[in-house]
């Protein structure tokens, strides 16, 4: 069974430029999750999605991010602009209803914003 | 809201000893406590996890531990191996699901041959 898929893998952009990141959860899962991991932190949780529907979006920026999540499958979350402070690893992450708590996590977008 | 403090936050053990990672919470209402090792360049991965119904949970060479009365779990790795030089990361959460989980700030274990 394939595993949480990412990509890209590492984006270097200048600041105020645009970046998206791509996720697809293991399938059949359908509770996703994107994470900001800082370094020498743990994963802080930035947007949940329950199949299409974002129910908690709490610690998104939204002056600046954005995600979606179409199909209740894969998923996109976007910085427009990108500034220095966003460097760091997005991770996605999924569950299904029968886990009983374990998420499951790519293995991150590393940004470095210039 | 809940809030997971973890130490230390780097950690070298001789191979084969024994190596302890504590972290304490501030939601009473915290249920569950999982946690997971992280390796370069990968994400998270589960290693176990325990229930506020517990007070001990052990898979082969590692354990945890949890202090509902104190707010405190600890895992614990015994006969330690190079392969466990990892970021271990504790957690808390006030639903038996993952969606409300809150993560420490991780701790770096190393492994000395």
């Known amino acids: 069974e394939a595993g949480v898929v990412q990509s890209p893998r590492y984006k270097i952009i200048e600041k105020k430029q645009p970046v998206a990141f791509w996720c697809n959860p293991i399938?059949?899962?359908?509770?996703l999750y994107w994470y900001l991991q800082n370094l020498g932190q743990g994963p802080e949780l930035l947007i949940r999605?329950?199949?299409?529907?974002?129910?908690?979006d709490s610690q998104l920026p939204k002056d600046r991010f954005s995600a979606e999540r179409l199909k209740g499958v894969d998923s996109t979350l976007k910085i427009q602009p990108a500034e220095l402070g966003d460097s760091a690893v997005y991770l996605c992450?999924?569950?299904?209803?029968?886990?009983?708590?374990?998420?499951?996590f790519g293995e991150g977008s590393r940004l470095t914003v210039l | 809201g809940e809030n997971v403090e973890q130490h230390p936050s780097t950690l070298s053990v001789q191979e084969g000893d024994s190596a302890v990672i504590k972290c304490t919470y501030s939601?009473?209402?915290?249920?569950?406590f999982p946690w997971y090792k992280q390796e370069l360049g990968k994400g998270p991965q589960l290693i176990i996890d325990i229930r506020s119904n517990v007070g001990e949970k052990k898979d082969q060479r590692i354990a945890v531990t949890l202090n509902k009365t104190a707010k405190h779990f600890s895992l614990h790795i015994t006969e330690t191996q190079p392969e466990d030089s990892a970021v271990y990361f504790c957690a808390a959460s006030i639903s038996s699901s993952a969606s409300k989980i809150i993560f420490g700030s991780g701790t770096r274990l190393s492994i000395r041959p």
């Open positions: 999605y329950e199949n299409e529907e974002a129910v908690d």
């Open positions: 399938s059949g899962h359908n509770t």
């Open positions: 939601d009473s209402a915290s249920n569950y």
């Open positions: 992450a999924s569950t299904s209803r029968s886990n009983t708590g374990e998420l499951f």
